[in-house]
Structure formats: C-alpha cells, structure tokens
C-alpha cells in the first residue's frame, strides 16, 4: 500500500464552520506533512509532524489546527476560516522525517470557503 | 530559505523531447528533485539527483545539473501525451532539513 488517502475531496464551508479534513497512511512513514496550493501556485508548508509530534509550523495562523492522533493519521481543523483561505490542502508522507528521500502526496482536499 | 524559478509554460508535440529548466538560489540544497501533478491530484516524486552528481537518467528521463550555474533540467524523450502535467522542480537539504521547497511548476502540454 504505496497510498496517502485523504478525505473529503472538496469541502465548502462558511466562515463561522468548523470542519476537519483527513488523512490517512499505512506505509509506516513517521512524519506526516500539510501543504496548502493555491491555484497556479506552488504548494507551500503548513505543518510537519515527526513521530507524531508537530516539529514545524510554518507560522500558519491558529484558525488551522493540526493534530496527530497515531502514526497513520494526520487531521486539520479548521475554524472561523477566510474566503482566502480555500485552497488545495495535500497531506504527504515520508519514511524518514526531515523529508529525506520521497514525499508520497495525496490527492488533495479541495476547500472553498463561503 | 531555497528560492527556485521556472518558466511556466511549454507545449511540444507528440513523439519529441521536451526540456524543463529550473534556476535555485542556494547552493547547499543536497537534494534537487523533480515532482509531477495531474489534473485534480497530488504530486507524485519523478526522480531526483544528489548535489555532487551531474547528470542522472531513469528510462526517458534524463537530469542535468549544473552547480556552478545552479541551473537543473528536466528532459523527457518521446513525449506522451499522458506527460502532460505540471511538473515541478524542489530543491532540499538545506539547514539540515530535506523538505522539499517547491518552485511555481512548469505546465507541459503535448499535443498529439
């Protein structure tokens, strides 16, 4: 199982919604990666997490809250959100933190917020 | 932190060689890698090359390096048109840390 699930795949949200996306991986990687993309941008770090402790955020304001509730799962909450917020939000993965050798990507959860 | 610069846009036909580039401003990167995105999904890593290599080839895919020019290329021979993607170009291994700095990706269409 080479695959970083993520769930949902859009998400619409209000401005005073909390909601959480997903993500998921069975590959024994220890450090888990979100990384938001704006449309014909590059995708820029939000947070990292290394054997299931945060060990960096990219200054990414605390209406997006990361949390790491086993070594396969990686979630983020979302709460009181700005329109300039959505974006695509990829999870990735890699086996050795630090980002060492590859980062498995998954498909993305696309957020629009009203 | 590793700034890096590549044109946004080629388009080849079917059957020919297509070349990315891609300039990075900070010499100690130690890893230079290429990463690939289709439509609606993640990116999936292509290749990459150590910083104390020159060139690296993988099936149609060839990667040059050149340190002094801080200049990496991307060339794919006999283009498909299940290549057309944005590819990009991340540098890594700067400050002790391998994640990947990405640069805005170059969109390669191939028409048939």
């Known amino acids: 199982d080479t695959e970083v699930t993520q769930t949902p795949k859009h998400l619409v949200m209000g401005m005073t919604n909390k909601k959480s996306l997903k993500c998921e991986q069975h590959?024994?990687?220890?450090?888990m990666y979100w990384y938001k993309q704006k449309a014909k941008k590059p995708p820029e770090l939000m947070f990292v997490?290394?054997?299931?402790?945060?060990?960096i955020n990219e200054s990414v304001p605390s209406r997006f809250s990361p949390e790491c509730p086993n070594s396969s799962l990686l979630n983020l909450h979302l709460h009181a959100l700005q329109p300039e917020d959505s974006a695509l939000y990829l999870c990735?993965?890699?086996?050795?933190?630090?980002?060492?050798?590859?980062?498995?990507f998954g498909e993305g959860s696309r957020l629009t917020v009203l | 932190g590793e700034d890096v610069e590549q044109s946004l846009f080629l388009s080849v036909r079917e059957g020919d060689s297509s070349v990315i580039n891609c300039t990075y401003t900070?010499?100690?990167?130690?890893?230079l890698y290429w990463y690939k995105q289709e439509p609606g999904a993640g990116l999936q890593l292509l290749t990459y090359?150590?910083?104390?290599?020159d060139m690296k080839q993988d099936q149609r895919l060839t990667v040059l390096l050149n340190k002094k020019d801080k200049h990496l290329s991307l060339r794919i021979a006999d283009t498909q048109t299940g290549d057309s993607a944005i590819y990009f170009c991340?540098?890594?291994?700067?400050?002790?840390?391998?994640?990947?700095?990405f640069g805005r990706g170059t969109s390669l269409i191939v028409h048939p």
């Open positions: 990735a993965s890699s086996h050795q933190p630090g980002g060492a050798g590859e980062l498995f």
């Open positions: 590959m024994g990687h220890r450090a």
């Open positions: 997490y290394s054997y299931e402790k945060l060990s």
């Open positions: 900070d010499s100690s990167s130690t890893y």
């Open positions: 090359i150590f910083s104390n290599m």
């Open positions: 991340a540098g890594g291994g700067t400050g002790g840390s391998y994640i990947p700095t």
